[in-house]
């Protein structure tokens, strides 16, 4: 079982940067892989980035490539996403998931933090 919170959120300015937290908790949070969703006006939650328990691989989708950075503390049990040049198509809630298998649909995480809101001012 692992328990995720976020943090982190909040309203920025376009152009700004925030830095999201995801901590774990669990003797085996470093075996997981993590992943970054956000979530929108709509049901459907949108893959953001992930990356891997062991090599730290990284992945992201097209939307932020270039401007976020996931990576993870495993002395802290904590994933970050470090989000630069924010833009206003960026405002929704974002959370963490975690899972055993590699993917970048939610079906593949069974995990899930609470969310936390990012709103990026135009």
């Known amino acids: 079982q692992v328990q995720l919170v976020e943090s982190g959120g909040g309203l920025v300015q376009a152009g700004g940067s925030l830095r999201l937290s995801c901590a774990g908790s669990g003797r085996t949070f470093s075996t997981y892989g993590m992943a970054w969703f956000r979530q929108a006006l709509g049901p459907e939650r949108e893959f953001v980035s992930r990356?891997?328990?062991?090599?730290?691989?990284?992945y992201y989708a097209d939307s932020v490539k270039g401007r976020f950075t996931i990576s993870r503390d495993y002395a802290k049990n904590t994933v970050y996403l470090q989000m630069n040049s924010l833009k206003p198509e960026d405002t929704a809630v974002y959370y963490c998931a975690a899972s055993r298998a590699v993917g970048t649909t939610t079906a593949s995480y069974p995990y899930w933090g609470q969310g936390t809101q990012v709103t990026v001012s135009s």
């Open positions: 990356i891997s328990p062991s090599r730290g691989t990284t």
